[in-house]
């Protein structure tokens, strides 16, 4: 396992958040973490981005302990964190979005310009368009090939799915399917487990900032009780 997170505890102030969250991530492996609103899905990304110091518990990034790191030595490790209010940078084009987060890469040719615009067509012909004039969907491939250029192992998803049309839902699971088979690691949390079918191997569901469930996405799809309890809105 490349993420191993073993009982983490984070607050707000005196608001108890997450209670003892353990997660594993593999090299490649795509896993979801489900639930509801307000269960603590967005906390358990800032918790290992560091945007969020949890009080207890562990968070291992290919055996080294990040708890206490500042998020961009976390982001230097690997992890790319896309957020659910995306925060492009509306005044730069898209070109340039993308080349502010360019880093090398430490092996190999790493994400370039050119490559995350063959994983996200329409950005090449949007790419002197300034941010704040791009659609919802355009925004969101627009974080993700931003975050992609910062060359991560792994990629945390917020929410990638909300307020997107169904047609746009289905092009961007399609190139989450295609980053899977790029062998980069993708920690998937979403509200709706059709997004996550065919694409993670594995899920968590959340509910109260505690872990309720985990096994494959197949037995989860196949037990309705579970489903209707923890998932159902």
Request: proline fraction near 3%.
């Amino acid at each position: 396992m490349i993420l191993e997170v073993r009982d983490l505890y984070t607050a707000y102030g005196l608001s108890q958040v997450l209670f003892g969250v353990s997660l594993s991530i593999g090299q490649g492996e795509v896993v979801s973490v489900l639930g509801r609103n307000g269960v603590g899905k967005t906390t358990t990304l800032r918790s290992i981005m560091g945007l969020a110091r949890p009080s207890a518990g562990s968070i291992r990034w290919k055996g080294r302990e990040t708890v206490g790191l500042a998020p961009y030595e976390i982001s230097r490790l690997g992890i790319g964190l896309v957020p659910e209010e995306r925060r492009i940078f509306a005044d730069l084009t898209v070109w340039e979005n993308l080349d502010v987060a360019r880093r090398p890469a430490e092996r190999g040719e790493g994400w370039t310009v050119e490559r995350v615009s063959d994983l996200f067509p329409a950005l090449r012909d949007l790419r002197n368009r300034r941010g704040g004039y791009l659609s919802g969907g355009e925004q969101q491939m627009l974080t993700i090939a931003r975050t992609l250029m910062g060359n991560p192992d792994l990629l945390l998803l917020d929410e990638p799915s909300e307020g997107l049309a169904p047609i746009v839902v289905e092009q961007l699971k399609e190139q989450m399917l295609r980053l899977r088979g790029e062998g980069i690691a993708i920690l998937l949390c979403e509200q709706r487990i059709q997004f996550s079918l065919g694409l993670s191997s594995r899920a968590y569901i959340l509910e109260k900032g505690r872990v309720c469930y985990q096994g494959t996405l197949e037995e989860l799809e196949a037990n309705e009780e579970i489903g209707r309890t923890y998932l159902a809105v």
